[in-house]
């Protein structure tokens, strides 16, 4: 089949901060891209990943079997994520014999990392296109700072007594 020019409207055409495609090629989808994605997602602002859609917004379908079902892609996503993330995925019929894996993901309320301890978020580049780039400590320090300033700022500026 011809899939060179197929796009479907009830998906995004193009990736953003929170939409992030992936196209499963005959040799297979590796795992560890779908977790590292779902951990760069959810340390940003959440969002979704399209499994069967290329860079380009072109439906090519989910062929890898582990990603054809989205209960034991959910559950494989939390066992290899720490702590566990909970996603909902739903397999989509595309259209012309094609399916697409729809994961939501929701913004963590901390860090989460994959199982083998990478620590990832999405991020825009200066082209304005997204990648799942590291999450250095120094960032993930200073986030926490500016959350405490702007929600509490006594909470960071009282001094605690100290503990004997």
Do not use: C
Not at 6 to 30: R, W, Y
Not at 84 to 101: I, K, N, S, T
Not at 107 to 120: P, R, S
């Amino acid at each position: 089949m011809n899939t060179a020019n197929l796009s479907f409207p009830q998906f995004p055409s193009k990736e953003s901060l929170t939409v992030e495609f992936k196209s499963d090629p005959k040799s297979g989808l590796p795992d560890r891209v779908v977790v590292e994605t779902v951990v760069g997602l959810a340390n940003a602002e959440g969002g979704t990943l399209y499994v069967g859609i290329n860079d380009d917004g072109i439906v090519s379908g989910v062929r890898t079997p582990r990603w054809r079902d989205p209960d034991l892609a959910a559950a494989y996503i939390a066992s290899h994520t720490i702590p566990p993330v909970a996603v909902v995925a739903e397999l989509v019929e595309a259209g012309e014999g094609l399916d697409v894996l729809v994961i939501e993901v929701s913004k963590a309320t901390g860090i989460v990392a994959t199982n083998d301890g990478k620590v990832l978020k999405r991020r825009l580049k200066i082209d304005k296109t997204p990648e799942t780039s590291p999450l250095f400590p120094q960032e993930s320090l200073r986030n926490r700072t500016l959350r405490l300033l702007i929600h509490d700022p006594a909470e960071y500026f009282v001094r605690r007594p100290r503990q004997r």
